[in-house]
Antibody, heavy 119, light 107 residues
Framework: QVQLVESGGGVVQPGGSLRLSCAASGFTFSNHAMHWVRQAPGQGLEWVAFMRHDGRDRYYGNSVKGRFTISRDNSKKTLYLQMSSLRPEDTAVYFC????????????WGQGILVAVSS | DIQVTQSPSFLSASVGDRVTITCRASQGISTYLAWYQQKPGKAPRLLIYAASTLQSGVPSRFSGSGSGTEFTLTISSLQPEDFASYYCQQLNDFPLTFGGGTKVEIK
């Protein structure tokens, strides 16, 4: 069965960096585009980033552009989100999600990982 | 950027009720719209994609319609397990955007 497991979250000071990982199993990872989506405490969903299956194209939400980088290692079946210059407003649960097909319907999601930015 | 406005933000309903949630896009997005359900502490679940296509395993009481700028999610007969938050998402153009969400609670 399809599984996505996020790791790498935790507490970080403002201005700091963190790298999230999303380990995929149960499907051919290299065939699917992937997303990162986040949810601040008590708030709605916010799309963060997207990367195509072959890594050639990547897109970002306006609030993270220039600070976050999405990447993937298809040989390790792992998606990453490198986060830098973190701000308190980046505090959220971060989900990775698999894209079902073009244009990117997210059909499987990880359980989420909490990132807290606080001094 | 394409803005997505979802209404209502909160809805109180009873088991068996017919429920409709609306999503409006700030510009035409054809049928590049998805609907998700989320329960507290859980990941979202894809219900509908391409505005009206039911995701595998989703009960048929859920349906979606619309194209262009106006879309609806309908639950024909609300069940106890349907009390949750619902989000629409446009996938016509980057950056992708979600609606603000609709929380469906028990009356």
């Amino acid at each position: 069965q399809v599984q996505l497991v996020e790791s790498g979250g935790g507490v970080v000071q403002p201005g700091g960096s963190l790298r999230l990982s999303c380990a995929a199993s149960g499907f051919t990872f290299s065939n699917h585009a992937m997303h990162w989506v986040r949810q601040a405490p008590g708030q709605g969903l916010e799309w963060v980033a997207f990367m195509r299956h072959d890594g050639r194209d990547r897109y970002y939400g306006n609030s993270v552009k220039g600070r976050f980088t999405i990447s993937r290692d298809n040989s390790k079946k792992t998606l990453y989100l490198q986060m830098s210059s973190l701000r308190p407003e980046d505090t959220a649960v971060y989900f990775c999600a698999r894209s079902k097909a073009v244009p990117g319907w997210a059909d499987y999601w990880g359980q989420g990982i909490l990132v807290a930015v606080s001094s | 950027d394409i803005q997505v406005t979802q209404s209502p933000s909160f809805l109180s309903a009873s088991v068996g009720d017919r429920v409709t949630i609306t999503c409006r896009a700030s510009q035409g997005i054809s049928t590049y719209l998805a609907w998700y359900q989320q329960k507290p502490g859980k990941a979202p679940r894809l219900l509908i994609y391409a505005a009206s296509t039911l995701q595998s395993g989703v009960p048929s009481r859920f349906s979606g319609s619309g194209s262009g700028t106006e879309f609806t999610l309908t639950i024909s007969s609300l069940q106890p397990e349907d009390f949750a938050s619902y989000y629409c998402q446009q996938l016509n153009d980057f950056p992708l955007t979600f609606g603000g969400g609709t929380k469906v609670e028990i009356k």
